[in-house]
């Protein structure tokens, strides 16, 4: 047991780049649930739209635990350096990549399908970004301290949206077994 918890991030580290998670995830869901409101007005009452967001809530919460999970793995067979020291700053340079790079990808499917080989260019550029950022986090040493203090400021959408999430989870489980 105890060189599993070697492996891991610490605590406070997971807290941390849990916090950037969800405002990630948990501001797209509201964007897309207030983009969706004029709509759900013309034919749900206001119960009816509530349980929608609880519905989107529960399932950011859900989705953002995955992706803090797939973000620990790496953080666990990478050597120590390269991505568990420092877990916290490190994966807000992925997560911030990768929400950047969905987003602006998503726009960009609105109208037309690009195809599988466009889709594996972005993949590897996405990916490449992050492994860079991650190794110039590395090795400029200002970075760190930087990145720190704004992954701190992320740290209040923990209570915020984990809040929110928990609370909708309990709403939609109940839903479920009424």
Do not use: H
Not at 75 to 85: D, H, I, N, Q
Not at 128 to 148: D, E, F, H
Request: one cysteine or more.
């Amino acid at each position: 047991m105890a060189t599993f918890k070697k492996l891991i991030p610490q605590n406070r580290e997971i807290t941390l780049a849990f916090g950037t998670i969800l405002f990630c995830i948990c501001s797209w869901s509201v964007r897309a649930f207030l983009y969706k409101v004029p709509s759900f007005l013309l034919y749900m009452d206001v119960g009816e739209i509530g349980s929608v967001f609880a519905y989107m809530m529960a399932f950011a919460l859900l989705e953002s635990l995955l992706v803090q999970f797939v973000m620990i793995i790496p953080a666990m067979f990478l050597p120590g350096k390269w991505f568990r020291e420092g877990f916290s700053y490190k994966a807000f340079l992925v997560i911030i990549v990768a929400a950047v790079s969905s987003i602006y990808y998503q726009d960009s499917l609105t109208y037309t399908y690009s195809g599988s080989r466009t889709i594996l260019i972005w993949l590897g550029l996405t990916f490449l970004a992050m492994v860079i950022l991650v190794i110039l986090s590395i090795l400029i040493k200002p970075l760190p301290r930087i990145l720190s203090i704004i992954v701190d400021q992320f740290n209040i959408f923990l209570y915020i949206y984990g809040s929110i999430g928990v609370i909708s989870l309990v709403v939609v489980l109940y839903r479920l077994i009424v």
